[in-house]
Nanobody, 124 residues
């Protein structure tokens, strides 16, 4: 079990940027896939982005491709850089860690470790 904590959420105007960070209680770099999901109240959790172990392969949800970037800051921290934000990006963003295979990194049920979430609001 690894503990995760998100930070960096807030309110931003459309077209703006935010950087979310996910800090783990242990080094995740060589053990886990780290992913970001988001959820709007009353809706299912939506896949945003994932980073494979050893800092290699990344994958993104269709709605954020070209605007969001997932990468590693250190062995314990992964960030999500969000640019050109839109009102439809408004959600609670969650960090998750697990060991799904490459083709299943967008499946939230394969991640046993989750943070508490951080609110992102995009509004003028």
């Amino acid at each position: 079990q690894v503990s995760l904590e998100e930070s960096g959420g807030g309110k931003v105007q459309p077209g703006g940027s935010l950087r979310l960070s996910c800090t783990a209680s242990e080094r995740t770099a060589y053990r886990y896939v780290v992913a970001w999901f988001r959820q709007v109240e009353g809706s299912e959790r939506e896949f945003v982005a994932a980073l494979r172990r050893n800092g290699g392969h990344t994958t993104y949800g269709d709605s954020v491709k070209g605007r969001f970037t997932i990468a590693r800051d250190s062995a314990n921290t992964v960030f999500l850089q969000m640019n050109n934000l839109k009102p439809e990006d408004t959600a609670v963003y969650y960090c998750a860690a697990g060991t799904p295979i490459t083709g299943a990194m967008d499946n939230p049920t394969l991640y046993p470790n989750w943070g508490q979430g951080t609110q992102v609001t995009v509004s003028s």
